[in-house]
């Protein structure tokens, strides 16, 4: 029995990544046009909803993510991982490699090995194709408008349905929205081939179980308050099952893989910590935290995040208090080190902060936002070449982070140099779509530019400024 068992488990097993490495049903989308569906995707969750951006969460995520990644089958896309600032409790992956999760969910787990389940199982899931291969068996619309659709449901079928429903009414009938949602076989694959990727990484699978026993915890009364994850994500009970005998099944081979990585807690407890504190409800964090300091006072986590918290009230002195109370423990932590000079810094106090942000640039020179607040600082302090230095290494480490071409631009006007200072202005506001002001600097930037090469530089910029403008007077038009 035991070996009839067995080999029905490697059919299965060869049966789902086959299907998964060689979706019949997938082959007929390209890679570009799954690039497209991807940014569609992208839009409509960047009109709903906002993603944190916050560089030592948005590394942390990808960290974890890539672990997995690299333990799975190369693929021809590049695998990002995004935070979503909603309450709730959902997961899902888009076209092309996207992978989100929400704040709400983030905050719910207690470990990185149930971080970890969550990952591995939307990394299969878009590693098998589902979603693209769902949008494309329901091709009678145009695969831009299916792909933004899918977003909807992915975003708030169930508890919060307002995406969704904006979105789908008019669009579709009832049976072909569901038809872009998951299956049960989708989930299964899902599972099956997560967990393979999970513990190849060196996690444990039990991160999965755990994981989704606290889904399905928050599934009350009525069909309005099933979390979005069940509704998009189906057959949690059987999937629960299934995941328990796998993991009974495997129990010798992921004690073996678990061996490979050593799971590192403090990294998570900080960035759950740092999620609970910023970015969720200020009055249930504030008392959360002042219930762990009662509870356990040398605890440097509760520490940190009541003093994340205090600052978000406003109370920067006794946040700076708690915040170095929370390196008593951990004296090197940059990102520790990195919140205490941001405070020290909005509260005024510009040497101290110039002082942690050296601190934590010498222990760690890959975090934007040291370097952010060490150029604020710095510009106080009188330091503009210090300063234009700061802000040059936060745009190396992330391009995209719009206020530190704000600041750059401030601190090349008072070194006297108007054209660097209108061509930093310029971007900020191209990056932030107030592409009136964008045009206004830039134009002032080719003015003034003496080099070809940078003329020819800010005129491309022009030019895609100029068709993004003129495409948001277009879709602003379409709404009157």
Not at 42 to 58: A, N, S, T
Not at 233 to 258: F, G, V
Request: proline share 3%.
């Amino acid at each position: 029995m035991k070996k009839i068992k067995k080999i029905i488990t490697l059919v299965l097993i060869a049966f789902f990544f086959s299907n998964c490495l060689f979706p019949k049903t997938a082959l007929a989308i390209t890679i570009k046009q799954e690039e497209d569906m991807a940014r569609e995707f992208m839009r409509v969750v960047l009109k709903h909803y906002e993603l944190i951006k916050d560089p030592m969460l948005v590394t942390y995520l990808n960290q974890v993510g890539q672990k997995i990644v690299t333990a799975a089958p190369s693929d021809s896309f590049k695998y990002k991982f995004h935070l979503i600032k909603q309450n709730t409790y959902n997961a899902f992956a888009s076209p092309a490699g996207n992978i989100f999760l929400n704040s709400g969910l983030f905050e719910a787990l207690d470990n990185e090995d149930e971080l970890a389940g969550i990952l591995a199982h939307e990394i299969a899931h878009a590693q098998c194709r589902h979603i693209s291969q769902r949008i494309e068996r329901s091709s009678k619309m145009n695969l831009l408008t299916l792909a933004g659709i899918a977003a909807g449901i992915f975003l708030g079928m169930g508890g919060s349905a307002t995406a969704a429903s904006a979105i789908t009414v008019g669009s579709m009938a009832t049976n072909q929205t569901i038809a872009l949602a998951y299956s049960r076989e989708d989930e299964m694959q899902a599972d099956q081939i997560g967990l393979n990727y999970l513990t190849a990484a060196g996690y444990r699978g039990q991160g999965l179980l755990t994981a989704l026993k606290k889904i399905r915890s928050k599934q009350w009364f009525g069909s309005k308050q099933i979390p979005t994850y069940l509704m998009t994500h189906p057959a949690s009970e059987a999937r629960i099952a299934y995941i328990d005998t796998w993991i009974q099944a495997h129990r010798q081979n992921t004690k073996q893989q678990s061996i490979k990585i050593k799971t590192d807690n403090y990294n998570f407890s900080r960035a759950r910590t740092r999620v609970a504190a910023m970015y969720g409800d200020m009055d249930i964090a504030l008392i959360n935290f002042k219930a762990a300091i009662h509870k356990n006072p040398d605890n440097p986590m509760a520490r940190y995040g009541y003093g994340l918290i205090l600052d978000r009230t406003g109370a920067r002195k006794e946040a700076i208090s708690q915040l170095k109370k929370a390196l008593e423990k951990h004296t090197f932590d940059p990102y520790v080190l990195t919140d205490l000079g941001r405070v020290y810094f909005l509260d005024g106090q510009n040497a101290n902060a110039l002082n942690a942000l050296k601190g934590a640039a010498a222990i760690a020179s890959d975090n934007p936002g040291t370097f952010f607040y060490l150029g604020r600082a710095s510009t106080e302090l009188g330091d503009l070449k210090g300063a234009q230095t700061a802000f040059e290494s936060v745009l190396k480490l992330d391009p995209d982070y719009a206020d530190a071409y704000y600041f750059s631009g401030q601190a090349f006007s008072k070194q006297g140099k108007p054209g660097a200072a209108h061509y930093n202005l310029g971007i900020f506001y191209e990056k932030t779509t107030q592409f009136k002001n964008a045009v206004f600097h830039l134009e002032k930037a080719l003015h003034m530019a003496v080099i070809p090469s940078k003329k020819e530089e800010i005129e491309e910029r022009l030019k895609k400024v100029r068709r993004a403008q003129a495409h948001a007077k277009r879709e602003a038009h379409k709404k009157k």
